[in-house]
């Protein structure tokens, strides 16, 4: 019998009233809110409900979003969901730990608050950029990357056909007409605050290694796959490191999930806004079964589809 991987999605999939129809008819939702609440020292509910432009800054997106995906993950776990894998995009490890039992939820948002703080912090605004290459058959990135004066390299192996770069914005937008030239059929500019995963945030990292080591990770209880190796990582002193570096370094997602097929997974269930994930694992592995839970009628469907 196959196996049931939860995925997370990352920075970017936040919006005003996510997980709002779960707050409201979950008990066990409702509860991760006033945790978090108490945990960050302000109000997630007013946060992630109200209008405002607070939820697009990192320092507050961090928060919003795990609070939003662990209040989704727990109402699944109510209706007997439960995974065998576990991995999540970028921020997303965050509720992947959690729902690996290596993490609890306040845990999580004390680490993601300081983790945004620390990334808003690490470069200016204006001075770092990220394009994502929609390509059609294979281009050497990394190597044009390579050639280009100034910091870019590849922040995000998404899928096949879709990577991104990140660094100093104008290296970024001078290696983006580089692959334009070399074959690419789109670079798109992403609206993003900051140069993520890549080098100019190694500080950020560095400061949020030393803050992991005021906390606590346990041994998850099942594979969490690291954006960083794209393997299983379970030791604790390890895991610390690898979401320290995490921070300025490239996400492995393909990777990733060819990576959980190999453990036996062929059902994904995103949590969490969007459908990113989804339709990346659709070129992944277009034969595995993908369901995607961000309000309680998806998760009527998740039942109906798993014959629950």
Known sequence: MGKTAFIFPGQG???????KEFYDNYDVSREIFEKASEAAGYSLQELCFDENERIHQTEYTQPALVTACCAMLKAL??????????AGLSLGEYCALTAAAAMDLET???????RGKFMAEAVPSGKGGMSAIITRKPIPIEEICAEIDGIVGVANYNSPGQQVIS?????????????????????????????????????AGNQLR?????????KPKIPFISNVTAEAEEE??????????????????????EYMIT??????????????????????????????????????????????
């Not at 999939?13 to 997980?19: D, E, N, P, R, S």
């Not at 776990?77 to 576990?86: K, N």
């Open 77 to 86: 776990e109510s209706e007997g969901f439960y995974p065998d894998i576990t």
């Open 13 to 19: 999939a936040q919006y005003v009233g996510m997980a």
């Open 236 to 257: 604790q002193e390890r895991l610390k490191e690898l979401l320290g570096k995490q921070v300025c370094s490239s996400v492995r997602w393909q990777q990733s999930v």
């Open 210 to 218: 030393e803050f992991l080591d005021t906390i606590e990770i346990n």
């Open 108 to 114: 999580a948002v004390k680490v993601v608050c300081r």
């Open 263 to 308: 453990l036996g997974a062929d059902t994904f269930i995103e949590i969490g806004p969007g459908k990113s994930l989804s339709g990346f694992i659709k070129k992944i592995a277009p034969s595995a079964n993908m369901f995607n839970v961000e309000t309680p009628e998806d998760l009527e469907k998740l039942k109906t589809g798993m014959g629950i």
């Open 167 to 203: 660094g100093e914005a104008e290296a970024v937008k001078l290696a983006g007409e580089r692959l334009k030239e070399a074959g690419a059929l789109r670079v798109v500019p992403l609206k993003v605050s900051g140069p993520f995963h890549s080098p100019m945030l190694r500080e």
